[in-house]
């Protein structure tokens, strides 16, 4: 079975300082990571994706995140916090050439001025 | 843009009734999904299709159906709705292949029982 763990209901960080956004994997196949986020009153937009290839990824909003096999962890930085940045941030799996994917429990974001 | 449209953005039932919720995606998607999120317990997947008419279980199918007769079109339906299903529920749509890995999502029908 499959699942994903993000360490953190809620992340608070300063305007301007890194934003750090933990997940941890299990799967006993090659997974691909996912990482969402979700605005209020929205629905949820990708922000990056691993499937293959280079283990760093960057996504839009000047998210990367990285993939560490060793480590089962796909954590979504940012150098600098921005207030836009304020959401709901989701990790999400998908392993073994099946459609489904889980997702973690969501981490929220408040960014103070 | 990929559009996914959820008819109802809001909807109060009472416990009991029959729920239909209707999703409906206009990129010619193979997949389909229904969602249900909860605070603190993240998205949990109640079914998905990948095909007319074929569907699976996710991992919390129990007290709902699915329906996809047509392929742009993924109906949840609660057959008697309970309190416990007072919930956010999300639709999502993908194509199949692995170089277009993304969900699409509705924005969300907000469905309060009871």
């Known amino acids: 079975a499959q699942s994903v763990t993000q360490l953190g209901s809620h992340v608070s960080v300063s305007e301007g300082a890194l934003v750090l956004l933990r997940c941890n994997y299990s799967s006993s196949v090659p997974p691909y990571l996912f990482w969402y986020v979700q605005y209020p009153n929205q629905g949820l937009q990708l922000l990056l994706k691993y499937t293959t290839g280079a283990t760093l990824v960057k996504g839009i909003n000047g998210f990367e995140a990285e993939f560490k096999k060793s480590e089962t962890s796909f954590h979504l930085t940012k150098p600098s916090a921005h207030m836009s940045d304020a959401a709901e941030y989701f990790c999400a799996l998908k392993a073994g050439g099946y459609q489904k994917v889980t997702f973690g429990t969501g981490t929220k974001l ?4 | 843009d990929v559009k996914v449209t959820q008819s109802s953005r809001y909807l109060v039932k009472r416990t009991g009734e029959k729920v239909f919720l209707e999703c409906v995606q206009d990129m010619d998607h193979e997949n389909m999904f229904w969602y249900r999120q909860d605070p603190g317990l993240g998205l949990r997947l109640i079914y998905f299709s990948y095909d007319v008419k074929m569907k699976e279980k996710g991992d919390i199918p129990e007290g709902y159906s699915v329906s996809r007769e047509k392929k742009e079109r ?16 999300l639709c999502a749509s993908s194509p199949t292949g692995a170089t277009n890995e993304k969900l699409f999502f509705g924005s969300g029908t907000q469905l309060s029982v009871l």
Not at chain 2, 75 to 83: D, M
Request: proline share 5%; no cysteine.
């Open chain 2, 74 to 89: 993924f109906s949840l339906i609660l057959e008697s709705a309970s309190t416990n299903q007072t919930s956010m529920y």
């Open chain 1, 110 to 113: 408040q960014v103070i001025p």
